[in-house]
């Protein structure tokens, strides 16, 4: 069924104009909103055929705002506010995001552009006839022409603070209007198929005392480069191969900093569980026990286009091909809590199997068997416990833990203590 078809069966269910309806399916539906939720957000709106429409929603504190609620009132401090740019219509829109708070609790927004409030992050505005719609299971106040804002002289205690400013170890997917002052620790330039032909982007690395995130800068600021110690105004988050990216819009302000802010050298330790239900992270730490190596280790050969792992000569994009040879290994690490495969590259992989790429391939040869390397690496690691860092994502495949570094746990405890003393010397 296409978005007309939709549109057209809301419309004659509900007694309303199908343009109207239309228009509002497109919004939701091009701001990620699945159909069959879009459906219903409009169901409640157009008051699925009951009288509706003329009843002035009720004034309701924060926490009493439900997905069942269709208008309502709420008196809220603006905590967040940042502006995006979307395309419904075939136009460009200007929408804002961000979070309101009163004294029982906060609340995700978006203001679209027919919203005529001003959202300052700090004031304490009321904002009559807020729709309310349900976004990942939570409800979401809907700002639009229909919604009367009015900023009030009322001091609220809330118990969040105002504005964005957040370390990059705290910043989650739907993030908004996020402040953050970070090094760039890795900086280049794209060009990539944009909407409007080619464009040039800046996306990296960057650090703060409490982690290291990857950005992506669509408007690309000249403060941006690698060294620089920089504040990011309005900026917000989203996912990005499993983890949270911080992304700089031209709604973003960048300035310089005259101080260097620091950087971790440590990433996070976490449980296995824990990490896996963050839903990725970017750099982590995990230690555990190496249960087992998995297919497709060892030696193996990839697509000489698309670096995909093949088998057979056959990859399943290019077809009949010439593979390349590489080392992989993919390992299952178990801390008694959850599993993840750890996947490392050719050169950690040469260290736990003891050679490289021209010794595998010997190996193999002599044995006239291509396993004998992925067996190799696992006698020599199966069994032990390791101190794994890297890049982790959690998706349809599973739990994977890009590794950056591999390590033998050092479980003696003498070893430790004298590795505490010298460096207490230094
Ligand atoms: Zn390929």
């Not at 992506?216 to 000249?222: A, E, I, L, R």
């Not at 990839?302 to 994009?317: A, D, K, L, T, Y």
Request: some cysteine; proline content about 3%; overall charge negative.
């Amino acid at each position: 069924m296409s978005l007309e078809d939709h549109a057209e069966e809301l419309a004659s269910d509900l007694g309303v104009d199908k343009e109207e309806v239309t228009r509002d399916l497109e919004n939701l539906v091009n701001y990620s909103v699945p159909m069959d939720e879009a459906k219903q957000s409009l169901r409640r709106k157009y008051g699925d055929g009951s009288s509706g429409g003329d009843s002035t929603p009720s004034s309701k504190a924060i926490n009493e705002v439900s997905t069942e609620d269709s208008n309502v009132t709420v008196t809220a401090v603006v905590l967040t506010s940042g502006r995006r740019s979307i395309q419904y219509n075939g136009e460009q829109h200007v929408i804002r995001e961000g979070e309101l708070a009163d004294e029982t609790g906060k609340i995700s927004y978006t203001a679209w552009d027919g919203f005529s409030g001003d959202l300052q992050p700090g004031q304490t505005v009321q904002l009559g006839n807020a729709g309310v719609r349900e976004w990942d299971g939570q409800p979401e106040l809907n700002l639009g022409d229909s919604t009367d804002p009015e900023v009030v002289d009322e001091t609220l205690d809330i118990d969040y603070d105002v504005g964005g400013r957040a370390a990059l170890q705290d910043l989650a997917p739907g993030d908004r209007g996020i402040t953050v002052e970070v090094q760039v620790l890795e900086c280049e330039q794209k060009v990539i198929d944009g909407r409007d032909g080619e464009t040039t982007i800046l996306s990296g690395v960057l650090g703060d005392e409490s982690g290291r995130l990857p950005f992506t800068d669509w408007d690309p600021h000249d403060e941006i480069e690698e060294g620089a110690s920089v504040r990011l105004d309005e900026t917000f988050v989203r996912e990005f191969r499993g983890a949270p990216s911080v992304n700089v819009s031209e709604f973003s302000a960048v300035t310089a900093l005259d101080r260097t802010v620091g950087v971790t050298e440590d990433a996070p330790r976490l449980s296995v569980r824990e990490a896996v239900e963050s839903g990725g992270l970017f750099d982590v730490e995990l230690a555990g026990n190496v249960i087992e190596v998995r297919d497709g280790s060892g030696l193996i050969e990839r697509c000489p286009e698309c670096g995909r792992v093949i088998q057979n000569g056959q990859c399943r994009s290019h077809g009949a091909v010439e593979g390349e040879d590489d080392l992989r290994t993919k390992a299952i690490l178990d801390d008694g809590t959850d599993t993840v495969t750890a996947v490392l590259d050719d050169e950690l992989t040469a260290r736990v199997y003891g050679g490289d790429l021209d010794d595998a391939r010997e190996h193999a040869r002599d044995a006239m068997d291509k396993e004998v390397v992925a067996e190799r690496i696992s006698d020599r690691i199966v069994g032990r416990e390791y101190v794994v860092r890297g890049s982790l994502s959690v998706d349809e495949y599973g739990a994977n833990l890009t590794a950056s570094t591999f390590a033998e746990a050092d479980d003696d405890p003498a070893t430790r203590a004298q590795a505490l003393l010298q460096e207490a010397d230094t």
